[in-house]
């Protein structure tokens, strides 16, 4: 599995659903990565691929275990 490129991968999808006037931004703890609300991705097929390449909703966010 690639890690890096699991994590670019689903930056570009999350990316996609950024809201215009959003102000937000990325996050991260000593093991995790959060990017993004996790209610802007809509579609399921981003939902699941999101989810197929390791990221998981946590604090009402995308986030990735680094």
């Known amino acids: 599995m690639n890690y890096d490129r699991n994590f670019i991968d689903g ?10 006037d959003s102000d937000w931004n ?4 000593h093991d995790k990565i959060y990017y993004g609300e996790y209610d802007w991705v809509t ?4 939902i699941k691929r999101l989810e ?6 946590d604090e009402d966010s995308w986030a990735y275990y680094v």
């Open 43 to 46: 579609d399921k097929k981003d």
């Open 11 to 20: 930056l570009n999808i999350i990316a996609k659903y950024i809201p215009k």
């Open 26 to 29: 990325l996050a991260a703890e």
């Open 52 to 57: 197929d390449l390791g990221w998981f909703e």
